[in-house]
């Protein structure tokens, strides 16, 4: 895991409106060694039961999305919950390498201030012990309000020419620290149950024009194809323990970079993903079949 900042002081000096549904936080993980890596829970609560999931290193070459489980007492405001299961990784390590947070603290949750902190132990899959740490969260509704603030202070402003108004947006910045891009160069490895993978690709914005092909272990199986608004379903058999898919664009479209929105589903579960292109660049996904 690598050092990952992302205005961390600026984040935990925020304010956050909370939601009744799902409660998101962001902030960082701090190691007892020092090194503070970026970290995002988001999670649903019914009952004192907590579901949802974490992301650490966000945006960074360990990118890593974790289902967590955990429970809440609203009364105490102690909070608890367990990295237990990988959903993606950009890492090269695997998953038995990984240290999963088991994290005990306190939550609160208010129109004007919530936050998540407490300390946290590491435990490898095999439960031997590895980091402990803290973890230091604020409610990411209220920064959105923040942010955007900004901006429009930003817009109005007249010692800010129109140039760089255009390109500077720090809500779009959030946006896409939260996005599980699958950029360029990269590959990006997720962890599989069943005996197929059905893939489906679509572009949820703008028309415009994006050609991409896949190729499944070198061979092609969807040959330049215009992403549009009708979702493109492919199936993939896993008859092995790895299984490299590769997206390759084509072209630019109209609107700089090469983008479509990709959906993979197991027996049990459906991972969101975003690709961002240059031209004739490409990103892997490898699909590492668990064992039985």
């Not at 970290?39 to 974790?66: A, C, Q, R, W």
């Not at 309000?145 to 129109?162: F, H, M, T, V, Y």
């Not at 969807?222 to 979702?231: A, R």
């Amino acid at each position: 895991m690598k050092k990952k900042y992302f205005f961390l002081i600026f984040l935990l000096s925020c304010q956050y409106l909370f939601s009744q549904l799902d409660h998101e936080f962001i902030g960082a993980i701090k190691l007892n060694d020092s090194t503070v890596i970026s970290y995002l829970i988001n999670f649903s609560e019914n009952n004192g039961n907590v579901t949802g999931y974490s992301i650490t290193d966000l945006l960074g070459p360990d990118e890593t999305k974790n289902i967590i489980e955990g429970k809440y007492d609203a009364q105490t405001k102690e909070f608890s919950f367990e990295e237990n299961d990988i959903e993606y990784t950009k890492s090269e390590y695997l998953p038995q390498d990984f240290c999963n947070v088991h994290f005990k603290g306190k939550l609160k949750i208010s129109d004007n201030s919530s936050f998540v902190k407490g300390r946290f132990n590491g435990f490898f899959k095999n439960g031997q012990a590895c980091i402990d740490g803290e973890i230091h969260l604020v409610g990411s509704e209220q920064l959105y309000l923040k942010l955007n603030k900004i901006d429009q202070k930003i817009a109005k402003s007249k010692r800010i020419d129109s140039i760089t108004k255009s390109k500077v947006s720090f809500v779009k910045m959030l946006d896409s620290i939260k996005t599980n891009s699958l950029k360029e160069g990269e590959n990006t490895s997720v962890f599989w149950n069943s005996d197929k993978l059905v893939l489906e690709i679509w572009d949820a914005g703008k028309e415009d024009g994006d050609i991409v092909s896949i190729y499944v272990d070198g061979k092609l199986v969807l040959d330049k194809f215009m992403i549009s608004h009708t979702t493109k379903r492919l199936e993939v058999a896993l008859s092995k323990k790895l299984t490299e898919i590769r997206i390759e664009a084509i072209n630019i479209g109209d609107i700089s970079p090469n983008t479509a929105n990709i959906k993979l589903f197991d027996s049990n579960k459906k991972i969101d993903l975003f690709t961002d292109l240059s031209y004739r660049k490409s990103t892997t996904i490898t699909v590492v079949k668990r064992d039985s």
